[in-house]
């Protein structure tokens, strides 16, 4: 089955959930804003992906904490995300023993269908 992690209101989370609906593949959904995303499972989904991939420095949130002001290298931007999970970009689909990050229809109809 799949996971989908992210946030309710967020755009691409819900392109994915449409796009999951259409095609009828069942999913199970984790919103951040209930169920946070600890440091562990982050360092699990890295080794798929990598931290440029993950962390989402064009989020609202990394402005609004000031993020980029203190060049943060890839093992506190891990502990960041673990702190404030909205800097996690999203969607983060876990299927089959890997991840994919964000919503790309193309990529998901090579991933998924």
């Known amino acids: ?7 309710k209101n967020c755009d ?3 392109k994915a959930i449409a796009f999951f609906k ?4 069942a999913y199970n959904f984790i919103d951040f804003t209930q169920t946070p995303v600890e440091e ?7 080794q798929y992906t990598d931290t440029k991939t993950l962390f989402n420095s064009r989020s609202t ?9 203190l060049k943060l290298d890839d ?19 876990e299927y089959n023993d ?8 193309d990529n998901y109809k090579g991933v998924f269908l």
């Open 61 to 69: 949130t990394y402005r609004e904490l000031k993020l980029k002001e």
């Open 40 to 46: 562990n499972k982050i360092q699990n989904w890295l």
């Open 98 to 105: 890997t991840i994919v990050v964000g919503f790309n229809e």
């Open 1 to 7: 089955m799949l996971s989908i992690y992210g946030i």
């Open 22 to 25: 259409k095609n009828d593949l």
């Open 12 to 14: 691409s989370v819900k």
């Open 75 to 93: 093992a506190q931007k891990i502990i960041w995300m673990a702190k404030e999970n909205k800097l996690i970009k999203r969607p983060v689909v």
